[in-house]
């Protein structure tokens, strides 16, 4: 299994990006999948969660700005941000599960990792 973030970037505050994950050898729709993120200094954090039905999970901080999604036929999730604050900053990484549901999963819950993409938002 591999997974390929790509779209990270360096944007002003109230910008936005859009984060790509890129599967191989693991299918997108079958399975729960998320984003990650972490600060220098801190904890990797969930951002948003997104299952096999497409029913979407996200963290207090990024709802209403952030949206998961996920293109079956191309075999990748997103991460559509917009109005991007400084506190976004962080190297973003994609995660999958081997189950189709989420269910509130903590980092540990998931098995494979992407590489991470840095976003930096500056005010």
């Known amino acids: 299994v591999q997974l390929v973030e790509s779209g990270g970037g360096s944007v002003q505050a109230g910008g936005s990006l859009r984060l790509s994950c890129a599967a191989s050898?693991?299918?997108?729709?079958?399975?729960?999948m998320g984003w990650f993120r972490q600060a220098p200094g801190k904890e990797r954090e969930g951002v948003a969660t997104?299952?096999?039905?497409?029913?979407?999970s996200y963290a207090d901080s990024v709802k209403g700005r952030f949206t998961i999604s996920k293109d079956n036929a191309e075999n990748t999730l997103y991460l559509q941000m917009n109005s991007l604050k400084p506190d976004d900053t962080g190297m973003y990484y994609c995660a999958a599960r081997v189950v189709p549901f989420c269910r509130s999963p903590r980092s540990a819950d998931f098995s494979y990792w992407g590489q991470g993409t840095q976003v930096t938002v500056s005010s």
């Open positions: 050898g693991y299918t997108v729709s079958r399975y729960c």
């Open positions: 997104i299952d096999s039905g497409s029913r979407t």
